[in-house]
């Protein structure tokens, strides 16, 4: 089955701090994409950032970076300089190539605190 | 704002009823994708379209339905509501399937079965 673990219900970091949630997948499939979604109390849906998985290469966007260990089926993302506009359910999905829709984790709930 | 529009907002109904949700994607996107996120089952991939046709499915029940017309906009058909229903309805537009490509998440439709 192909499944996305979210091992870290809940986390807190204080402001200006550093944080990272982990995520772990599951896939038989070798070409995939991975991706962070931040959902914040209004509910919306928001790309943080993507990774191509035959890209060695971490990605980064701005204060958001990427642990990718493809052996290890890892994704977890690292939020540098927390800011308080971070606060939100962060969620790891992954998509294949064969199959268009995203594959979700349960979440983890950021708190930040100033 | 990701341009895709979902109508209703909010939708507060009892059991054994019937509602369709409404998505409109991005201009030029042709894939329809519709997430339910519920507190038990989390996000879960329901169903997706691709300029017309049904293209894959993931848990959607029997009593669900979809459908998506010739000017792309996709309805969601949810019949004998159950309580279990009460969950925020997502529609994803991206531009092409079974590749990768951002999917852009309306703001949801949140179902509630009294």
């Known amino acids: 089955a192909q499944t996305v673990t979210q091992s870290q219900p809940e986390m807190s970091v204080q402001e200006a701090e550093t944080v990272t949630l982990s995520c772990t997948y599951d896939t038989s499939e070798s070409d995939y994409y991975l991706f962070w979604y931040k959902q914040p109390p209004s509910r919306q849906m928001i790309l943080v950032i993507r990774?191509?998985?035959?890209?060695?290469q971490n990605a980064t966007e701005n204060r958001f970076s990427v642990n990718f260990q493809k052996a290890a089926k890892s994704f977890s993302l690292k939020i540098s300089d927390s800011q308080l506009g971070d606060a939100a359910m962060y969620f790891c999905?992954?998509?294949?190539?064969?199959?268009?829709?995203?594959?979700f984790g349960k979440g983890t709930k950021l708190s930040v605190k100033p | 704002d990701s341009g895709v529009t979902q109508t209703p907002k909010h939708l507060i109904t009892a059991t054994g009823q019937r509602v369709t949700l409404r998505c409109s994607p991005r201009?030029?996107?042709?894939?329809v994708y519709w997430y339910q996120q519920s507190l038990d089952q989390g996000l879960q991939f329901l169903i997706q379209?691709?300029?017309?046709?049904?293209?894959a499915k993931g848990n959607i029940l029997e009593r669900f339905s979809a459908q998506q017309f010739p000017d792309l906009h996709s309805e969601l058909n949810l019949s004998s509501l159950e309580l279990g229903d009460s969950a925020l309805y997502f529609c994803?537009?991206?531009?092409?399937?079974?590749?990768?490509?951002?999917?852009?998440f309306g703001p949801g439709t949140r179902l509630t079965v009294l």
């Open positions: 999905a992954y998509k294949t190539r064969s199959q268009g829709n995203l594959i």
């Open positions: 379209y691709y300029n017309g046709e049904e293209r």
């Open positions: 201009s030029g996107d042709l894939s």
């Open positions: 990774q191509e998985a035959y890209k060695q």
């Open positions: 994803a537009s991206s531009p092409r399937e079974d590749r990768y490509n951002e999917q852009f």
